[in-house]
């Protein structure tokens, strides 16, 4: 990983959640898909279409996507970005009415980390 680690502009992230309807069936949603705006972070709203059909939510989770980098473009999962962070941390906007979840960075790499080969 890059020692002058900085936010990054242009970076995408998804959110996928599992939601459960009324029969109780499982079923996983890719919520939003969003860009890092000029300062680096995200932000993303639900689209409440989505819970329809009697769907509720069970648990929404970040995933690292893309970067707009070449030469630094290769996903890592510090902070789970590649096996998902859980979006659990909240708190509300009482003028906006919604709550606003936040999650820790997700990190890209100039190169593939190198996995032994057990010999």
Same mark, same amino acid.
């Given at each position: 990983? %890059?020692? @002058?680690?900085?936010?990054?502009?242009?970076?995408?992230?998804?959110?996928?959640?599992?939601?459960? @309807?009324? +029969?109780?069936?499982?079923? *996983? %949603? !890719?919520?939003?898909?969003?860009?890092? @705006?000029?300062?680096? $972070?995200?932000?993303?709203? +639900?689209?409440?279409?989505? #819970? /329809?059909?009697? +769907?509720?939510? *069970?648990?929404?989770?970040?995933?690292?996507?893309?970067? !707009? %980098? /070449?030469?630094?473009?290769?996903?890592?999962?510090?902070?789970?970005?590649?096996?998902?962070? #859980?979006?659990?941390? $909240? *708190?509300?906007?009482? @003028? *906006?009415?919604?709550?606003?979840?936040?999650?820790? !960075?997700?990190? $890209?790499?100039?190169? !593939?980390?190198?996995?032994?080969?057990?010999?």
């Amino acid at each position: 990983m %890059l020692s @002058d680690k900085h936010l990054l502009p242009g970076a995408v992230a998804k959110i996928i959640c599992t939601a459960v @309807d009324v +029969l109780g069936y499982e079923t *996983r %949603l !890719p919520v939003s898909t969003c860009k890092t @705006d000029a300062k680096g $972070y995200y932000f993303s709203t +639900l689209d409440h279409s989505l #819970l /329809e059909d009697g +769907l509720k939510l *069970r648990e929404c989770k970040a995933f690292i996507e893309s970067s !707009p %980098l /070449e030469y630094c473009k290769v996903p890592t999962d510090v902070n789970k970005g590649i096996t998902g962070a #859980l979006l659990s941390t $909240y *708190r509300i906007l009482n @003028d *906006r009415k919604m709550k606003l979840y936040s999650i820790n !960075p997700f990190f $890209y790499t100039t190169e !593939p980390k190198s996995v032994p080969s057990g010999y």
